[in-house]
């Protein structure tokens, strides 16, 4: 008789390495750089270990062993990373090792095979891979170099929650007025609106916020650069101890941050990106490309709502609105599973849960207040 937590519990643990794997050899497989495809294979074996791992131990259980299937997650990130890159999920994965990498912590058979150190081994690369500011030691920090423009999962989330802002409350406004009764056309025109004045509320937010942090970025340069021409000597020491934090030996960080402090503008530009974790090329990115993306994002997402009233008044209008909403919410909540990692069901179960409650509310809002009014 099989222990079956034991066994749930292995099955589980057995999944995430096959996810893990095969994700790290779709990265390998995209990957230009060489020496970095070279670690994600790497990653990829110890994982594929881990995986036979557990499997000796439901068969030591004598549990039945699952069939080797990639999971949602991993499949949806590995499309992604072939149509934009690697760079574009990166940030997602490093998010994903990080909040993993205590998962075996506490569970006997994999603390006696030494498997915490290397689950936090895997986040550390990871985080060398795809965040300013991190590094790998030895010669591993030089086959890095350059690689950390990786902001494309936080795009993806930014697009996940903008489309799920513009859907849940336009699909509220629309609940609300035609909970009211009103005429059937003022159902259509206030979503219109209501679509057009969150979107151009986003937008302007969005341009605020990126115009604002490049201000701020712009600042702090202008400082950097006073620094250096004031303080040189103290500016290489901190440049000497970045490396060093990296894992260079102390006379190669001293040789490698006196050289580069020789060049003024090359000194600035490292001492901006590793000190201060700025790129200057970048700045954040573009005040207008970021309002742009914004205010499509809210109105692909609002649109749902609205669409069906074209066509449709009254119940039947509000019927398929419902229905289009509800459709595009569970989509929604699925994708979240890209960078929570909870199940693709229950995420796209729980934001239906939620927009509909939401929707509900003002319907019952709505019709309150349209009786009121009718007297």
């Not at 498997?115 to 086959?143: F, K």
């Not at 604002?212 to 340069?221: A, D, M, P």
């Not at 003002?362 to 349209?370: M, P, S």
Request: charged residues 20%.
């Amino acid at each position: 008789m099989a222990d079956r937590p034991a066994a749930a519990r292995y099955r589980s643990n057995l999944q995430g390495e096959i996810d893990s794997s095969a994700l790290y050899r779709s990265l390998a497989e995209i990957e230009t750089n060489p020496q970095l495809a070279e670690v994600y294979r790497r990653l990829a074996a110890i994982e594929d270990a881990h995986a036979e791992f557990w499997r000796r131990n439901l068969r030591r259980v004598g549990a039945r062993l699952p069939r080797k299937r990639v999971g949602f997650r991993s499949r949806a990130l590995a499309f992604l990373a072939r149509r934009f890159g690697p760079q574009f999920v990166l940030p997602v994965i490093n998010a994903l090792e990080h909040s993993d990498s205590a998962q075996y912590d506490q569970q006997p058979e994999a603390v006696a095979a030494g498997m915490p150190a290397v689950e936090r081994s895997h986040a550390r690369i990871m985080q060398a891979i795809a965040e300013p500011g991190g590094g790998l030691q030895g010669p591993d920090l030089a086959a890095l170099e350059g690689r950390h423009k990786a902001v494309g999962g936080n795009a993806l989330r930014a697009a996940v929650l903008g489309a799920n802002d513009g859907l849940v409350s336009n699909l509220s406004l629309v609940m609300g007025v035609a909970g009211a009764q009103l005429e059937p056309r003022a159902v259509l025109v206030t979503g219109l609106a209501g679509l057009l004045a969150g979107a151009c509320s986003m937008a302007m937010g969005e341009w605020l916020s990126v115009n604002s942090s490049r201000e701020l970025y712009q600042s702090q340069i202008a400082a950097e650069a006073e620094e250096l021409a004031v303080m040189p000597k103290e500016e290489e020491e901190e440049l000497a101890l970045i490396y060093q934090a990296k894992g260079l030996g102390a006379e190669e960080a001293h040789k490698l941050a006196a050289r580069l402090i020789g060049d003024k503008d090359s000194a600035l530009d490292t001492l901006v990106r590793e000190e201060l974790g700025i790129d200057p090329q970048e700045l954040g990115g573009s005040a207008w490309t970021a309002a742009g993306a914004s205010f499509v994002l809210f109105a692909l997402g609002a649109i749902f709502p609205v669409a069906p009233f074209f066509f449709l008044t009254g119940s039947p209008g509000v019927i398929a609105s419902l229905g289009l909403s509800a459709a595009a919410m569970f989509a929604i909540g699925a994708g979240t599973t890209l960078f929570t990692g909870r199940g693709a069901i229950f995420s796209g179960l729980r934001q239906l849960a939620i927009g509909l409650a939401a929707a509900g509310v003002t319907f019952g809002l709505g019709r309150l207040i349209g009786i009121s009014i009718a007297g």
